[in-house]
Structures are given as C-alpha cells and as structure tokens.
C-alpha cells in the first residue's frame, strides 16, 4: 500500500526558508510523479509545484516559480521542496501526492496524498 508521509513545516518569518519532505512508502518512488500542494481554510487546493517520474521534468505555479525548487531523490523514496522568500502569501498546510500517470499542478487526479504539514510565516 502507498503512503506518503510529509514532514519540514514549522514557522518562519517573512523572506525565511523551509524544506519540506515527502516521503513515498509501499512503492519505488522512480515509478511516481509527485505533485506538491497546499490549502488554506476556505479555499480550494492549490498546485505549487510537481516533478515528473520519469526525465526530472518540473513545473511550477507563477506565484511560487523562482522561489520554490521541487527535486527527488529516487534511492531515499523522497521528494523535496525547498522554499525560499516565504511571504504572506505562502501560509497553508502543504500536502505531496504521488501517481504513476498524472503529470501537472492540478490536484485532481492524483491516487495517493499525505496527511499534510502547516507552514505558517509570521512577522
């Protein structure tokens, strides 16, 4: 059974970083792209950044492009995103989901997601 489990949020202040981690289990993760996502309270998920199984291909949100950098490391069965530049803009919790055919930043499609990790940017 797949699972992924999310980890690296935390508080930071305005122009801070974070990393997060997502850890894929069940499965190789070479097999998977991994999308990165994040909500806030009332408002519909949103796609930050994703990386493709297969060539490394990336794709980002404008609002986080420049920023945010998604990378995987296929031996530890671990995507990243670092953060950079985090502004009032970034806090959610930020969830990674995992599927064999989907590619992109739109949510919908996506077998298996994670629990979820709060980033909260403060002043």
């Known amino acids: 059974q797949v699972q992924l489990v999310e980890s690296g949020g935390g508080l930071v202040q305005p122009g801070g970083r974070l990393r997060l981690s997502c850890v894929l289990s069940?499965?190789?993760?070479?097999?998977?792209?991994v999308g990165w996502f994040r909500q806030v309270p009332g408002k519909e998920r949103e796609g930050v950044a994703c990386?493709?199984?297969?060539?490394?291909?990336?794709e980002y949100s404008e609002s986080t492009k420049g920023r945010f950098t998604i990378s995987r490391d296929n031996a530890q069965n671990t995507v990243y995103l670092q953060m950079n530049s985090l502004n009032a803009e970034d806090p959610a919790v930020y969830y990674c989901?995992?599927?064999?055919?989907?590619?992109?930043?739109?949510?919908?499609?996506?077998?298996?997601w994670g629990q979820g990790s709060q980033v909260t940017v403060f002043s």
């Open positions: 990386i493709s199984s297969t060539d490394g291909r990336t």
């Open positions: 069940g499965a190789a993760l070479e097999f998977y792209a």
């Open positions: 989901a995992a599927d064999t055919f989907m590619y992109g930043i739109s949510p919908y499609g996506y077998d298996y």
